[in-house]
């Protein structure tokens, strides 16, 4: 027996929620209710959950903006993301706050039974292998982004199938292989890396199958391939996407028969190894363009994590410095004295375009400019940080001056801005009348007394 939550407008769509209690009890779950977002949040915050069905349209919001906080409360459940009518952005975000499925509520009523059985089955699967049980070397963090790819990265240490790891240059896509398959059951043999990328395109062939001696000109003695070597371990091909078209279908037939021939060679080879391939393309388009064998990507991604930005898992940025500044500080022998609260909160407004690689970067260009003893302050950030979090500063209050070249603010950063100004100016319109205030905003008084106390805001 699982316990269920439900958070839906049952004032608004009564028959979807009744249908929905009636499925989840006929499967002899536990079940909770609530109808707005206030309401679910404190629920899930109360007591553990395994799976939350999600409404996005609640009386008080857009379910999807607590998807984040319900990933964060102690069970850290799957969640079910129901609404009316669906759109790609809305489904990407919900996918990538976490969500384990985005579904129509018009969807047959077996699409949602599904939904929930599978989500139940992978919960089960999830709590045998979990992250909890991972030698997660170098990963650090909470976020609920994250969890959710060592979610997966234990599901494929427990497998044997191929794993592809997608996701932004610096998001750690080498780390994750790693810790793949230092959790596998290859992990005693060895992981050979292969940066597709840096392959010159007329030896791809004979650096991943190997070449007989004399089978091109340089070829001056027999040498093995990569995908040999890897024999019994794991093959990582970084960068995947930049495999030329001709090789592709050479390496899908190995990746088929696990047999191969060298370049120049008559007999067959075997080989027996894990693939895991990675990339920061999207394949999906490449496939679609004619860049990349659509037989091939099907056969590479039996599992996919998609790696978050560290601006999606802002949360971690305070964890990672501190790991970090401590490895630093031990291998330099350079005592940090304190860092300052102005330090971390410049690292978390900034929106890192080069991820984890440019935050370990600017760590390592602060600690190079502290001295010994010295106390971190946001002037030991690389000045492009410090540019960038002063254009922050004057896009919040307002000023429409600064450099066109200014970047987006973070969508949590936005989203904080405009709520205070839309409570300002409701405030003084409605001269402080709660009544006409909950009326015009469409907010429960609750609600509304909820944000102006976040907001530190009152009514008078």
């Known amino acids: 027996m699982k316990r269920i939550l439900i958070i839906i407008n049952d004032d608004d769509d009564s028959f979807f929620c009744d249908a929905l209690i009636d499925m989840v009890v006929d499967q002899g779950h536990e079940i909770a209710c609530a109808s707005t977002m206030a309401e679910g949040l404190e629920s899930a915050r109360r007591r553990n959950h395994d799976i939350i069905f999600l409404d996005v349209q609640l009386p008080d919001g857009n379910g999807l903006d607590i998807l984040p906080e319900l990933k964060k409360t102690g069970s850290r459940p799957e969640i079910i993301v129901t609404t009316d009518t669906g ?5 990407k975000l919900a996918i990538e706050s976490g969500a384990w499925d985005y579904v129509l509520k018009n969807d047959a009523y077996e699409r949602m039974k599904q939904s929930l059985l599978r989500a139940i089955e992978y919960r089960e699967e999830k709590t045998a292998a979990g992250p909890a049980s991972l ?10 982004s994250l969890m959710a790819c060592l979610d997966l990265v234990a599901r494929a240490a427990s497998s044997d199938v191929n794993v592809l790891i997608t996701g932004r240059t610096g998001t750690g896509k080498e780390l994750f292989a790693r810790t793949v398959h230092r959790n596998s059951f290859r992990s005693d043999k060895g992981l050979i890396v292969v940066d597709c990328a840096a392959l010159p395109e007329t030896l791809v062939e004979s650096t991943l199958f190997g070449h007989e001696k004399g089978a091109f000109t340089s070829a001056e003695k027999k040498q093995e391939g990569l995908v040999r070597l890897a024999h019994k371990g794991t093959l990582f091909l970084d960068e995947i996407g930049e495999l030329p078209m001709p090789v592709q279908k050479s390496f899908l037939r190995m990746l088929q028969e696990r047999r191969f021939r060298s370049v120049g060679g008559k007999k067959e080879i075997q080989s027996d190894f894990r693939l895991i391939s990675a990339t920061n393309r999207d394949l999906d388009q490449m496939v679609r363009s004619r860049e990349f064998r659509e037989d091939l990507l099907y056969r590479i991604r039996a599992i996919t994590i998609h790696l978050p930005t560290l601006s999606q898992r802002v949360d971690d940025i305070r964890p990672l410095s501190q790991y970090y500044l401590e490895k630093l500080a031990k291998k330099s022998g350079k ?6 609260p102005a330090f971390f909160e410049m690292l978390e407004t900034y929106h890192w375009p080069g991820n984890v690689r440019e935050l370990t970067n600017a760590l390592e260009s ?5 001295a010994e003893g010295g106390t971190l302050v946001p002037q030991h950030l690389p ?5 960038r979090a002063a254009w922050n500063e004057l896009d919040n209050i307002g000023q429409t001056d600064c450099p066109v070249s200014a970047p987006l603010l ?5 989203r904080q801005t405009m709520t205070r100004k839309y409570l300002q100016e409701l405030i003084t319109r409605t001269k402080g009348d709660i009544r006409t205030a909950c009326r015009i905003s469409g907010v429960s008084r609750s609600r509304l007394y909820e944000l102006l106390k976040e907001y530190d805001m009152n009514a008078n």
């Open 135 to 144: 030698d997660r070397k170098y990963i650090v963090g909470e976020s609920p």
């Open 87 to 91: 759109n790609r952005n809305e489904a």
């Open 366 to 370: 602060a600690f190079a400019a502290l």
């Open 383 to 387: 000045c492009e940080i410090r540019v």
């Open 335 to 340: 005592d940090i004295k304190d860092i300052s």
């Open 410 to 414: 973070t969508l949590k950063k936005y």
